[in-house]
């Protein structure tokens, strides 16, 4: 039997597929470069100490999934991607006012649209 199709919306493309979309779109700027910010906690067996080791990567808990470096100046600069509708945690919040605190630019961006606008507005020298 055949699933049944849900009235309404289209559910939202997953954040990871919104990722990769603004990834390829302003890895196209010239003056922008971009990087996935994988953070987590893998588990690592060594079999000389016979021990289990848990390994933490990226920059830290909480840190921007998309950074990058705005060109001629170095800007920093943290993209924090989630789905239309969603709000980031306590500590993308906090990570994305250090970065600003410090001089850089941050924002919370939902598709390619609000990141080429973020984009822009990095260039005319807004950190938000």
């Known amino acids: 039997m055949a699933a049944k199709k849900r009235p309404g919306k289209p559910p ?3 954040e990871t597929s919104i990722q990769a979309d603004i990834r390829l779109a302003l890895g196209c ?3 922008f470069t971009l990087w996935r910010n994988n953070t987590g906690v893998a588990q690592h067996w060594s079999e000389r100490q016979q ?3 848990r390994v933490r990567y990226g920059l830290l808990r909480g840190s921007a999934d998309l950074i990058g470096i705005l060109g001629p100046a170095g800007l920093f600069c ?3 991607v989630k789905r239309q ?3 980031p945690t306590e500590e993308q919040r906090m ?3 250090l970065v600003r605190g410090r001089g850089g630019a941050a924002c919370v961006v ?3 649209e609000s990141a080429r606008s973020a984009l822009a507005r990095f260039r005319a020298g807004e950190r938000a």
């Open 12 to 14: 939202s493309p997953l």
């Open 29 to 31: 700027e010239p003056d």
């Open 51 to 53: 021990r289990l080791y």
């Open 78 to 80: 943290a993209l924090e």
């Open 85 to 87: 509708g969603k709000q």
């Open 95 to 97: 990570f994305l006012d």
């Open 110 to 112: 939902d598709s390619v």
